[in-house]
């Protein structure tokens, strides 16, 4: 459920029409809705709470890192996973306290784990062995203990698409699951570490929750497998992954599915359970609003050509992703046609022959369900702006990310003395 509806035939969301937004902010611009983001963080809290009282849910930044829905979510309880240093800054500077914190990611960098013991975040989420030795080095001449866990790849295929799976054993992240024993006995010892449970993370836009619960299997007989060796579990990192509808009626397995598969498959772990939604939370809170230049007739079907491209919604370029195409004031009369942007690239097509609403140029469309991995992976390729993001609530809305210049850009760069 989200708050993007028609009210006298035009799109709002919640109650400000798109078109105001369009006209004070200009096109392509992302527009967030604070009440769907509140939802489905109410939603998706409730689904795991089923699984028992000790939980920890943190917001996957990654998705949607914007510092004011960062707010809503901190606002709601959530915490923060974060893959990078510069995700962990933004969720403190977003209110989440740094004990929760969950550091993700294949790739840390020893000043990124200097920089999350300085912070003292909740928990290191460990992707080999050689990070654990160092991780515990760095903190015990701090003197400290970093909170960690495991990373284990399950090799579970998510039945996703192939770019967005992390949890089949030729993929980068986490490690083996049949070597965590072993790892766990040779890093638990060391000082510096607080080595303390497991983590799991199989892929995102799961449309099934089998391969989840294959993979919580998985992890529940390594947990009896750590605790018969001797070691105390307390915590077990779940991840995120949950599968979001992207077109019109399609369903997907519902937090509360989720929640009850969880607590099913947990029951008696006695741990505390965390879990790393990123595109369930955002994915269908924001949209792209943009504007159609013009409708270029196409050999086999028209191009209706809008202000928003590849750069500023990567996912249908970088996944082959389905974004449902919508008028903002739709006549109620439909054709056939492609939907592109003016990047120079073939691939900077968001809808391929696709029976979508008539537009025409000058009218204002949106690309729907774009709240999550959207503004994020925008870029200012071909020299374009970088598109701006709105936050709704209610009858307000405010421009939380402004339309960065290319000539702004430009005054990041500089050509060499010696070419002057
Ligand atoms: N946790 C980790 C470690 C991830 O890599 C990701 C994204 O791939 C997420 C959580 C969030 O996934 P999703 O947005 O599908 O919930």
New binding site residues.
Partial sequence: MNHFDSIGGEMHAEQVPLSTIAQTVGTPVYVYSTATLQRHARVYKAGVAKAGPRTHVAF?V??NPNLAVLRVLANEGFGA?V?SGGEMTRAMAAGIAAKDIVF??VGKTRAELHQGLDAGIGQF?LELEEEGVVLAGIAAAKGLRAPAVL?VNPDVDAGTHDK?S?GKKENK?GLPIDQALDIFNRLAPLEGLNLRGV?V?I????SSLAPLEAAFERVGALVAQLRAAGHTITHVDL?????VPYRKGEVMPSPDEFGEMVARVTAGWDVELQF??????C?NAGVLVTEVLWVKPGVVHPYVIVDAAMNDLSRVALYDAHHDFAAVRPSGETFVASVAGPVCESSDVFAKGREIDLVRGGDLAVLLSAG??GATMASMYNSRPLVPEVLVSGDRFEVVAKRVSAEAMMGEEQVPAWLK
């Fill in positions: 996957a990654k998705a996973d893959v993700s990611g989420n990373r967005i992390t992240f983590a993370h892929g995102s836009q799961l991840g995120g992954g949950l599968g790393e939604p990123g595109r369930a939370i994915a999550a991995y």
